[in-house]
Nanobody, 129 residues
Framework: QVQLVESGGGLVQAGGSLRLSCAAS????????MGWFRQAPGKEREFVAA????????YYADSVKGRFTVSRDNPENTVYLQMNSLKPEDTAVYYC??????????????????????WGQGTQVTVSS
């Protein structure tokens, strides 16, 4: 069982930056992709970014492309989400997740919540205007 713990959330003014971290309790050789999702009040949880655990493949939602960067530190079993130029609409609870398998095209599969079998508890990000 992989446990994921997010940290780094907080309150920031519009235009500011935050870096979220997701620490995995252990490395499993079956982990294929790590993803970030977010859920704003009254809205469904949505895809933000994903990174292949081995390799350089990354995917981003259009709404964050050019502002957010996902990266990983394999020896530390940690994934990061660097968030720059934050906007009030980025306010949400941010979740990291791990997927052992992505079926089909990863550019689509890695954006789906159902692809991920481990989830963290989430960290709140609030962007004030």
């Amino acid at each position: 069982q992989v446990q994921l713990v997010e940290s780094g959330g907080g309150l920031v003014q519009a235009g500011g930056s935050l870096r979220l971290s997701c620490a995995a309790s252990k490395r499993t050789f079956s982990t294929y992709f790590m993803g970030w999702f977010r859920q704003a009040p009254g809205k469904e949880r949505e895809f933000v970014a994903a990174i292949r655990w081995s390799g350089t493949t990354t995917y981003y939602a259009d709404s964050v492309k050019g502002r957010f960067t996902v990266s990983r530190d394999n020896p530390e079993n940690t994934v990061y989400l660097q968030m720059n130029s934050l906007k009030p609409e980025d306010t949400a609870v941010y979740y990291c997740a791990a997927a052992d398998t992505i079926w089909g095209d990863t550019s689509w599969g890695a954006t789906l919540q159902r692809s991920y079998n481990y989830w963290g508890q989430g960290t709140q990000v609030t962007v004030s205007s």
